[in-house]
């Protein structure tokens, strides 16, 4: 569990509330990215941490940012990556133009206060930013007095403001089947705790389920013809790639759990195709009826918590997401330009989708292989400095 008394820096500068900033990130077809303001909104209840406010837990492709105008200090970051700055590597992107939806939310600040968004690219140069003023007198700021759903708990260890809080959501499940999303939500929750180190740090985490029931079973299969009528319009084929599961309507999805205590989302697609999922701090997909759905939902979780990358490759089928000049931010692979080894041990020659130039720390691990059982030692370490950066107090 977290600290149980807020420090001193987040009573000062914040309220025991939320606030969500929805984005629109645009760009692609020879144009600069941009990052625009779509609104706000607030609520009571803050789940997020009260420590370590200034620091990020892992750097991210993306970092948002509460900073005080008059002192021009930061009160607040995060780290996040985003589902258009994998878009804008697209082939696609060359000559099209595209905008996606993304939400992110932070503390309320006590008084008026500048938030600042930014992306970075491959090479960790800012790519885009924008700034946004907040006002707390501003009359146009909605308020979300209750939630629309209420979530039942699966696990529990404390209140929302001591443990980390992962919230299950449905896609694609039926009112009809709404027994089916509980037991789905149930295993999965139970097989990601089973793995080290969440077993041992499983008392520091919440884990709910809410019911939002789609007009229509199951979720779009693009390269079948097939669209489904959806709660989030989640659909395969994402970026032309058969397994890739994802949802546009970021803004949709966080509209249907509003005031919710969240800071983790775990979508289950109603469907038994293979796919999924996993964007640092955004959200995790998987296919729930998938006879791989377990081992896709830890390693999918291993991105969108973890902050990990993909330790596996294919010949002939290797894409340069990852300049092999430069070091990665992920900790479980490395090009060997940082300042130092960034881990004791072996290496091994392969991952982030590259044969050669890229290494990773273990020959299998739970990124790169689907029935293998653990993480590697390197990936389990970096996940447990995320638990600790999210539950444990400063030191004094």
Request: proline share 7%.
């Amino acid at each position: 569990m977290r600290a149980s008394s807020p420090s001193e820096d987040f009573t000062t500068a914040f309220a025991d509330s939320t606030l969500r900033v929805d984005l629109i990130m645009s760009g692609g077809g020879g144009t600069e990215a941009a990052i625009s303001l779509q609104g706000l909104k607030k609520w009571d209840g803050w789940a997020g941490r009260r420590h370590f406010l200034n620091k990020l837990p892992a750097p991210g492709n993306g970092t948002i940012e509460v900073i005080d105008p008059l002192s021009a200090d930061t009160l607040y970051r995060n780290s996040f990556s985003t589902l258009f700055q994998e878009w804008l590597s697209t082939d696609e992107a060359t000559d099209t133009q595209r905008a996606f939806e993304n939400t992110l939310l932070l503390p309320l600040p006590q008084r008026e206060a500048e938030i600042r968004v930014t992306l970075y690219d491959a090479r960790h140069s800012q790519m885009a930013s924008g700034a946004f003023r907040y006002n707390p007198g501003d009359p146009l700021l909605p308020t979300v007095r209750a939630p629309h759903y209420e979530p039942t708990y699966i696990h529990r260890s404390g209140n929302p403001d001591q443990a980390i809080d992962i919230l299950f959501i449905p896609e694609g499940y039926t009112a009809a089947e709404a027994d089916k999303f509980m037991e789905d939500a149930r295993r999965i929750s139970s097989e990601i705790l089973s793995y080290e180190p969440y077993r041992t740090y499983r008392d520091r985490f919440n884990i709910s389920a809410v019911m939002i029931p789609s007009a229509e079973s199951g979720v779009s299969l693009p390269h079948k013809g097939v669209w489904r009528d959806s709660a989030f319009g989640a659909h395969f084929y994402t970026f032309g790639i058969k397994k890739y599961l994802s949802s546009p309507n970021m803004r949709r999805l966080h509209d249907a759990i509003d005031a919710l205590p969240y800071e983790h989302i775990v979508l289950l697609a109603n469907t038994d195709e293979y796919g999924g999922a996993g964007i640092y701090n955004n959200y995790l997909m998987t296919a729930a009826g998938n006879e791989l759905s377990l081992p896709v939902s830890v390693h999918e979780f291993g991105h969108s918590f973890g902050a990990l990358a993909d330790e596996y490759f294919y010949p002939g089928k290797e894409t340069d997401q990852y300049p092999l000049d430069v070091e990665p931010w992920e900790a479980n692979i490395t090009t060997n330009h940082g300042a130092s080894p960034k881990w004791e041990g072996p290496q091994y020659e392969g991952g982030g989708y590259r044969v050669k130039g890229i290494f990773r720390p273990s020959e299998t691990c739970r990124m790169r292989d689907n029935d293998y059982p653990e993480f590697c030692p390197v990936c389990s370490s970096a996940i447990e400095k995320i638990i600790l950066f999210y539950t444990a107090p400063p030191a004094e």
